[in-house]
């Protein structure tokens, strides 16, 4: 039986059976897996990364739009007035609003 478990260790190269190799390659393994910024961890924060980034130039250009719309809507009265009536249903005095509202289809149900 001794016989079997040293040509185990004869087979091994010569860098696998150096304790300094050992010691390296464990060091390497524990800094890529194991450490507070292993390469995992590094991947997982990169996609949140550009998804962040990504939600940002989506919110730039929708803060811009809204800039926009902003500026047109103060350019004018008649603009503003309409802007009033439509969104949030005001009216003058002399007027009255009728709002017309489409009752939803019930499909029946085929048996």
């Known amino acids: 039986?001794?016989?079997?478990?040293?040509?185990?260790?004869?087979r091994l190269p010569a860098i696998l059976k150096n304790k300094f190799f050992l010691v390296g390659l464990a060091y390497v393994l524990y800094l890529f897996f194991l450490d507070g910024s292993d390469i995992p961890g590094q991947i997982k924060l990169k996609r949140e990364?550009?998804?962040l980034n990504n939600q940002k130039a989506y919110y730039t250009n929708e803060i811009e739009k809204v800039k926009e719309e902003r500026k047109e809507?103060?350019?004018?009265?008649e603009n503003l007035e309409k802007f009033g009536r439509e969104?949030?249903?005001?009216?003058?005095?002399?007027?009255d609003i009728y709002l017309i509202?489409?009752?939803?289809?019930?499909?029946k149900?085929?048996?």
Do not use: I, P
């Open 73 to 77: 809507l103060f350019s004018s009265w």
């Open 101 to 107: 509202v489409e009752e939803k289809k019930q499909r």
């Open 87 to 95: 969104k949030y249903h005001m009216k003058r005095d002399s007027e």
């Open 1 to 10: 039986m001794a016989g079997e478990g040293s040509t185990w260790l004869n």
């Open 49 to 51: 990364l550009m998804k």
């Open 109 to 111: 149900a085929d048996f």
